[in-house]
């Protein structure tokens, strides 16, 4: 594996696979946050959450998605860098629009507006449940017999309050979507799983997914901005 | 379609003395061009028309002009070898042109291709690329009979799409980050899927790499614009499977 990882595709399989490992986690994500839009009451999502925040292998994977994170920004701004070096003199004009989509253009702008939106997300939320005594502190809530952290309090509290932010995360949400139009498949040419058969299937694959994250995620905040939460 | 006759037509074309020098965009203007006329037809009436006013005439690469050799190349109002799909800049004709248009002509931008003069680059480090791998060692003999060693239709079909690439540059030009990734893929692909080419596969994908990282060319970020732009259609399908060949090479490392 000598200069495997400083090596130009060597350094697209560290993006698809950390990208792959984002993507995974959306999945889970997006399934927990979902409980928010089904039970009004809050004690599904509070359930979950607890679940989540107890539970010893999501302790042991929350450092690993933080280094998946890292990871896929800092070799997302290293291969930005060097490809905008390649090209010392640009040209005056160009046509882009007509050989590549929107997205697979702007990957990298794309993926620093989800990191401003990741931001304010992990400081409204993350935060105030990791460290109660400099944020906001969180009420408790009794499901089952289990006493637990309200955090559905938390997040429709912040949804009901602010309609700013409520389109900020639907924003999100589109954001996060766009760059998976272009990033599920993406991932799959870069570690060679890919011919003019699959890339249609996976091509196909990605807008399903960029469909499922962009409206699941902009759902929640557009269902309390409705007046439909509790 | 019967050829018409386009009045005037604005050229702004990338004028440079020399490598060193610092280039300029200069405005001509060109009369009474047929639509039949091909791209490079037009530059030479452009050409002659300079050489009469003892001016210097523009550099630009041409050589076969039937879209077979890969020597022209232009950036034709921001497209490699302007606006048609599937052609090279010398199968393009004037009838894709309006009457009094403004067609912007720029040399190929890429760091590893620098500008020679005018509209002319070089493209050496293709070369050099290829120079790294693109080949099959042989030991010199008899010529073998053709059907000796059997190669499925499919390989056949694929190895020669591959193998159409002219190496003109315009995936490298066109592509966002000034990758060379449709190249290198085409080559290694072509000969990874036939028998004589597989022996070597793996320290070809490795050296042809290597190559094109140290000459400087960009990272593929899969946006496809190459394919695209590519005058020979070639298909992204290799560069997945160059990704494919480089990583077994790796890992058998």
């Known amino acids: 594996m000598s200069n495997f990882w400083t090596s130009s595709i060597g350094k697209k399989v560290v993006m698809s696979l950390s990208g792959l490992f984002l993507i995974s986690f959306l999945c889970v994500h997006l399934t927990l946050n979902l409980f928010l839009i089904f039970d009004n009451s809050g004690e599904l999502f509070n359930v979950g959450a607890n679940f989540m925040a107890t539970n010893p292998v999501i302790k042991i994977v929350e450092p690993i998605l933080a280094l998946g994170f890292i990871i896929h920004i800092i070799w997302a701004s290293v291969l930005t860098l060097q490809n905008q070096k390649a090209r010392p003199v640009k040209y005056n004009q160009r046509n882009q629009s007509q050989n590549a989509t929107w997205a697979s253009r702007n990957m990298y702008i794309l993926g620093a507006m989800v990191l401003i939106f990741l931001v304010i997300h992990l400081y409204n939320f993350w935060w105030n449940i990791k460290f109660p005594s400099l944020g906001t502190p969180l009420t408790e809530a009794v499901v089952g017999g289990v006493e637990m952290e309200d955090t559905y309090a938390l997040v429709a509290g912040l949804f009901k309050s602010s309609i700013v932010y409520c389109l900020l995360y639907i924003a999100g949400g589109i954001l996060v979507g766009l760059h998976i139009t272009h990033g599920f498949w993406s991932a799959f040419q870069s570690i060679g799983f890919s011919n003019d058969i699959w890339r249609k299937r996976l091509e196909w694959l990605a807008y399903f997914f960029a469909i499922v994250f962009a409206v699941g995620f902009s759902i929640i905040p557009l269902y309390f901005l409705l007046g439909l939460g509790n | ?202 320290r070809r994908a490795k050296a042809m790499v290597a190559k094109m990282d140290e000459l400087g060319f960009g990272n593929c970020t899969n946006t496809g614009a190459c394919e695209m732009e590519c005058p020979k259609s070639i298909s992204i399908a290799h560069i997945a499977r160059l990704n494919r060949e480089f990583l077994k090479a790796k890992l058998k490392d």
């Open chain 2, 1 to 202: 379609m019967a050829d018409t006759i386009l009045k005037e037509l604005t050229l702004k074309i990338w004028r440079q003395k020399d490598a060193k020098s610092k280039g300029e965009f200069k405005e001509y203007k060109v009369h009474n061009i047929s639509t039949g006329t091909s791209f490079l037809e037009m530059l030479d009436i452009l050409n002659e028309q300079l050489v009469e006013q003892n001016q210097e005439p523009v550099a630009f690469d041409h050589d076969c002009r039937e879209g077979i050799c890969g020597t022209c190349s232009l950036f034709i109002d921001g497209r490699a070898h302007g606006p048609d799909d599937d052609v090279t800049t010398c199968q393009l004709h004037m009838r894709r042109f309006k009457e009094g248009a403004t067609i912007t002509i720029e040399p190929w931008r890429c760091g590893a291709f620098p500008v020679i003069k005018d509209l002319i680059v070089d493209r050496k480090a293709y070369d050099k690329i290829l120079q790294a791998g693109g080949y099959v060692s042989v030991s010199t003999g008899g010529v073998p009979d053709a059907n000796a060693i059997p190669i499925s239709n499919d390989n056949a079909e694929e190895a020669m799409d591959a193998a159409a690439c002219i190496g003109c540059g315009a995936c490298a030009a066109t592509c966002k980050n000034s990758s060379a990734m449709l190249f290198v893929a085409a080559k290694v692909s072509q000969l990874a899927l036939l028998p004589q080419g597989k022996v070597e596969a793996a």
